[in-house]
């Protein structure tokens, strides 16, 4: 069967640090992969998808940035980060078919 | 601009009753429509689904029905149990498209 992870779980960064999140799905190949975020009472904002090594397609223009440097990693990245980048980041995949998407369990974002 | 709108923030239900949850859409294009339940720390997880050639879906105690006239849909929950108690997100897409849209959730609580 099909997993995903998304660690850490939770990330407490001072403003101006970079970020590094990361995603894994095992038990398929070739998925499509996104990165959500939901900040605090709003719903799923989609961040960035691939759907292949080294493909990445940006949704909003942002202060991150993402990268698949193998089939079943994502990563989520910042250079710097800003205050407004808090919130909870779900990893996501989907099959080629992109019916529906199966998330992570999240990491809650806090930065101050 | 909000593509898919979920109007109601929270809705309160007796356990046993039915819940009925609202979702409405703008954009024509969008011919496939979701629904996620999402627990706190969690990432959301697919409930049901509903293709634009049908105008109603049935899964065990949830039910989606489309009405594409009026780019609307509903999740009900029939009989609405505890457990039930979560986020609701309502989402879309186009067939084929990588983007799936969400809806800013309704928060159920199902009271014993």
């Known amino acids: 069967s099909q997993t995903i992870h998304q660690w850490p779980a939770t990330l407490v960064q001072p403003v101006g640090s970079p970020l590094s999140l990361e995603c894994t799905v095992e038990g398929t190949s070739n998925p499509n992969l996104y990165w959500y975020r939901q900040a605090a009472g709003r719903g799923l904002q989609l961040l960035f998808y691939?759907?292949?090594?080294?493909?990445i397609s940006s949704e909003v223009p942002q202060n991150l940035s993402a990268s698949r440097p193998q089939d079943r990693q994502f990563i989520l990245s910042s250079k710097k980060l800003l205050l407004s980048d808090s919130g909870f980041y779900l990893c996501a995949w989907s099959k080629q078919d992109n019916e529906k998407l199966f998330f992570g369990s999240g990491t809650q974002l806090s930065v101050l | 601009d909000q593509q898919v709108k979920q109007n109601s923030p929270s809705l309160s239900v007796q356990e046993g009753r039915i819940s009925i949850l609202n979702c409405d859409y703008t954009?024509?294009?969008?011919?496939?429509f979701l629904w996620y339940k999402k627990y706190p720390a969690e990432g959301p997880t697919f409930l049901i689904s509903i293709s634009s050639i049908k105008d109603k879906n049935e899964d065990g105690r949830f039910t989606v029905f489309l009405n594409k006239s009026a780019k609307h849909l509903s999740l009900h929950i029939v009989p609405s149990q505890p457990g039930d108690s979560a986020v609701y997100f309502c989402?879309?897409?186009?067939?084929?498209?990588?983007?799936?849209?969400f809806g800013a959730g309704t928060r159920l609580f199902v009271k014993a």
């Open positions: 954009n024509s294009m969008f011919d496939y």
């Open positions: 989402a879309a897409k186009s067939t084929g498209g990588f983007k799936t849209i």
């Open positions: 691939s759907v292949g090594i080294g493909q």
